[in-house]
């Protein structure tokens, strides 16, 4: 966030082009929900698998979740179930779409960093956070110490299932 630098004293110009940056619209890769990032910095709305899929033992080595089983025509319970084409597009897939929460990654290039962002390079816009979404105090991300920050994903814990 080189050029972005929205600190607390910053000119009126650059807080407009920090906030210009922050309300645009941006389409998520993961979920496909629309967000901008004002809303998005910290609130963890998307979910992801951190780990990779075992072909072999058929499960997630993140969580070791498993394939959900579909009840379609062509499966065990297919008999006992009417369904229209319609139905049909409305079926759940066969995978979660994960086990850790995380903020929405845009589909397109984006000059918010995507693994935390400083606290003090958006000084200026935090009071109009509450205004788009949750106030600051009360987002999942946000980390204090000497340096606080916004965290833009859950941390993985070291536990993975085999």
Not at 114 to 119: F, K, P, R, T
Not at 128 to 146: C, D
């Amino acid at each position: 966030m080189a050029n972005l630098q929205g600190g607390l004293y910053s000119s009126n110009a650059q807080v407009r082009r920090v906030l210009k940056v922050f309300l645009q619209v941006h389409e998520c890769k993961v979920c496909g929900r629309f967000f901008t990032e004002i809303e998005n910095l910290g609130s963890w709305k998307c979910t992801y698998h951190p780990g990779t899929w075992d072909y072999v033992k058929r499960h997630w080595t993140c969580c070791g979740e498993t394939e959900r089983k579909n009840i379609g025509p062509n499966s065990y319970l297919g008999r006992y179930f009417q369904m229209n084409p319609q139905e049909r597009l409305n079926m759940p897939g066969p995978h979660s779409k994960g086990c850790m929460r995380c903020d929405c990654v845009s589909k397109y290039k984006n000059p918010v960093p995507q693994s935390a962002v400083a606290l003090e390079d958006i000084a200026s816009i935090i009071p109009q956070m509450s205004a788009h979404g949750k106030p600051l105090q009360e987002r999942h991300g946000i980390e204090k110490g000497r340096k606080p920050k916004i965290v833009r994903q859950e941390c993985c814990p070291e536990i993975f299932f085999e």
